[in-house]
């Protein structure tokens, strides 16, 4: 058993033969979230903006749905909230799945960066997750999974047997370029929007300094490096090949990523959206290496690795779009070979954006993204439910909602945007929630039925629009 075929049974219901019509009465639009003693933590900030965004929302369904979904990470998954030697301590888990992943409490908790400078405990909560993740880190920064407990054994079933260098504390040791990424983002959000140092301490700076070291060692310049990774497993996508060390690769510069955001292996072991992300993430880390703890040797290393893989991005990681001009890879090997999909976890091609690894208006990226979204790319479905991105970890014919929310978020069309909102409210199958995926002509056939990060995201998405399209809010969906 693997976290494939945990996940995919959590939510999933039997097909039906075709889409029924649905109309939810207004009765239905009860409160899905815990009742308010049971929530895991409480920000005054963001009960504050959800009333004041919800009022601004003309169709009820939409309001329920951002009522439901944006505060889900605070109702749910802040599994533990104290202090550790004195200072704030937090776990945040993904959901469903009992443990803590970089990228997962990352995403989850960037939601609400913007509301910190409102709220001491939500900046307590921050400071707490920023410190967890440097343990984390320091603990094994190849790891993209820990247990709240750092000195537990995984108690993930799909993990236990897997042939790698495991430790205690460790839920899934899974090299992703985007497992130290992500921290350095949530970082650099707090940072800006506080200028609290108060998180930036000697054991997070060690742990930062670590994220950058295991770049530079995954650049694979003398040597395939420390990490190997092989699982047991039906599924090719859970192991790494060649003795755990993956694919061939020419030493260009770029950084190996044994695994994407999905969890699912690379084929060729550069993923491009992850070295474009490792490049933001570098140059955002610099900025509080340099601003809040006046380490300007830290930020110059910072800036010189990710100039280093800018280049070789430059130079390895294009592709001819079939039509005359050029697009990103989604994978390459740096001898000329690159693969063109694109996956809905983020970061992913059509994703740069939203993480600021791309300008949204950037031509390469724009013309990347338009590509992702079509059939081009083998893991793009339309159908009577709706269109949007899935990717090999849940199959054929699964659509994720978190690429339709991304596909929003790019666009600066009304109808683009509209057309999104429609799809995202039509297939949450009537729970209130948003899901892992949803099957392409029958959303009540869905993956994860807990899943926070997707949650927050739609709650991000009906903020961005409430401030760049607020007329878009202003009338029914």
Same mark, same amino acid.
């Given at each position: ?8 049974? +959590? ?27 049971? !929530? ?41 909230? @104290? ?16 443990? =803590?992943?970089?990228?997962?409490? $990352? ?30 880190? =320091?603990?094994?920064?190849? +790891? ?18 897997? /042939? ?56 694979? /310049? ?5 990490? #190997?990774?092989? !699982? ?11 003795? @755990?060390?993956? *694919? ?58 990710? *100039? ?6 430059? *130079? ?47 031509? =390469? ?17 339309? &159908? ?5 991105? &899935? ?17 929003? !978020? ?18 949450? +199958?009537?729970?209130?929630?948003? #899901?892992?995926?949803? #099957? /392409? ?10 899943? *926070? ?15 760049? /399209?607020? $007329?878009? =809010?202003?009338? !029914?969906?």
């Amino acid at each position: 058993m693997n976290r494939r075929d945990v996940i995919a049974g +959590a939510g999933a219901l039997a097909a039906a033969a075709s889409l029924p019509a649905r109309a939810l009465a207004a009765d239905s639009f009860v409160s899905k979230r815990p009742p308010a003693s049971a !929530r895991r933590f409480v920000s005054k900030a963001v009960e504050a903006e959800i009333k004041a965004v919800k009022a601004r929302i003309a169709d009820p369904e939409i309001a329920w749905l951002f009522e439901n979904c944006y505060p889900n990470t605070l109702d749910t998954t802040v599994a533990q909230f @104290g202090t550790f030697d004195g200072k704030p301590d937090a776990v945040v888990i993904t959901g469903d799945i009992n443990a =803590l992943w970089l990228r997962d409490s $990352s995403a989850q908790l960037q939601t609400y960066v913007h509301l910190a400078p409102k709220d001491a405990e939500l900046r307590r909560l921050f400071h707490g997750l920023i410190q967890r993740q440097a343990r984390c880190i =320091l603990l094994d920064s190849y +790891a993209n999974a820990f247990m709240a407990d750092l000195s537990a054994k995984t108690d993930l079933e799909w993990s236990q047997t897997d /042939k790698t260098d495991m430790k205690p504390g460790v839920a899934e040791r899974k090299w992703e370029v985007d497992s130290l990424c992500y921290p350095m983002r949530l970082a650099h959000g707090y940072w800006t929007a506080t200028r609290d140092k108060a998180p930036f301490d000697e054991l997070w700076s060690q742990a930062a300094k670590r994220a950058v070291a295991t770049f530079r060692e995954q650049q694979r /310049k003398d040597g395939p490096g420390p990490y #190997h990774f092989q !699982r047991v497993d039906k599924s090719p996508t859970e192991t790494v090949m060649l003795g @755990g060390y993956g *694919a061939p690769t020419a030493k260009v510069g770029l950084i190996h990523s044994m695994f994407r955001p999905s969890d699912d292996s690379t084929v060729l072991p550069f993923l491009i959206p992850s070295n474009l992300f490792a490049v933001s993430a570098l140059r955002q880390l610099a900025q509080v290496h340099q601003e809040a703890r006046g380490d300007a040797a830290a930020a110059q290393d910072c800036l010189a690795l990710a *100039a280093e893989v800018q280049a070789a991005l430059n *130079a390895y990681g294009k592709m001819p779009d079939g039509q005359g001009g050029e697009v990103w890879a989604f994978e390459v090997d740096g001898y000329g070979n690159a693969i063109f999909m694109d996956d809905a976890n983020v970061p992913s091609l059509s994703g740069l954006a939203l993480l600021g690894a791309a300008d949204r208006n950037d031509p =390469l990226f724009r013309r990347t993204a338009a590509l992702a979204w079509s059939k081009r790319n083998p893991w793009f479905f339309e &159908g009577k439910a709706g269109k949007g991105i &899935g990717g090999p970890h849940v199959g054929m014919d699964m659509i994720w909602p978190m690429s339709i929310i991304v596909h929003a !978020r790019n666009s600066n069309d009304d109808a683009t945007i509209l057309q999104c909102l429609r799809w995202l409210k039509a297939t949450h +199958a009537d729970t209130g929630f948003m #899901h892992e995926s949803f #099957h /392409k002509d029958d959303p009540t056939n869905f993956t994860r039925k807990w899943f *926070a990060w997707t949650n927050g995201l739609f709650g991000e998405l009906i903020l961005d629009v409430a401030k760049r /399209k607020p $007329s878009l =809010l202003a009338s !029914r969906i």
